[in-house]
């Protein structure tokens, strides 16, 4: 589904579409990632991005548009968003591994 703002000609994609219930406090898994507990974890922090359909973020599918695209600075959005929420599932013990990264694709989905 394709939302045109008011005032634009152009339409931005559904991935790249942030809503009022997408907040960066957000916590979309109840089991935070451990040293031990990866694919509980990744099973369950993929489908709660397919839900919010933002899981092309992390897989590649949504790809990043160039910097003269008018949907760049709206993907680095999407993406902050995204790696905050994934950064919030991390248990405090190894979330530093993770927050050098500069783009959610870079992290381990």
Same mark, same amino acid.
Request: with cysteine; hydrophobic share 40%; net charge neutral.
């Given at each position: 589904?394709?939302?045109? #703002? =008011?005032? !634009?000609? $152009?339409?931005?994609?559904?991935?790249? $579409?942030?809503?009022?219930?997408?907040?960066?406090?957000? @916590?979309? &898994?109840?089991?935070?990632?451990?040293?031990? /507990?990866?694919?509980?974890? +990744?099973?369950? *922090?993929?489908?709660?991005?397919?839900?919010?359909?933002?899981?092309?973020? *992390? /897989?590649? #599918? #949504?790809?990043?548009? +160039?910097?003269?695209?008018?949907?760049? =600075? $709206?993907? *680095?959005?999407?993406?902050?968003? &995204?790696?905050?929420?994934?950064? /919030?599932?991390?248990?405090?013990?190894? &979330? /530093?591994?993770?927050?050098? !990264?500069? $783009?959610?694709? =870079?992290? @381990?989905?």
């Amino acid at each position: 589904m394709m939302d045109t #703002t =008011e005032g !634009s000609r $152009q339409s931005t994609p559904e991935a790249l $579409q942030l809503h009022g219930s997408g907040h960066p406090d957000m @916590i979309l &898994v109840g089991t935070l990632l451990t040293k031990h /507990n990866y694919l509980t974890w +990744s099973y369950a *922090i993929k489908r709660a991005l397919r839900a919010k359909m933002k899981l092309g973020v *992390i /897989n590649g #599918t #949504t790809l990043k548009p +160039s910097i003269t695209d008018a949907h760049f =600075e $709206q993907w *680095i959005r999407v993406d902050s968003m &995204v790696m905050t929420w994934i950064l /919030n599932c991390i248990s405090k013990e190894i &979330v /530093n591994g993770f927050i050098s !990264s500069l $783009q959610s694709t =870079e992290h @381990i989905l």
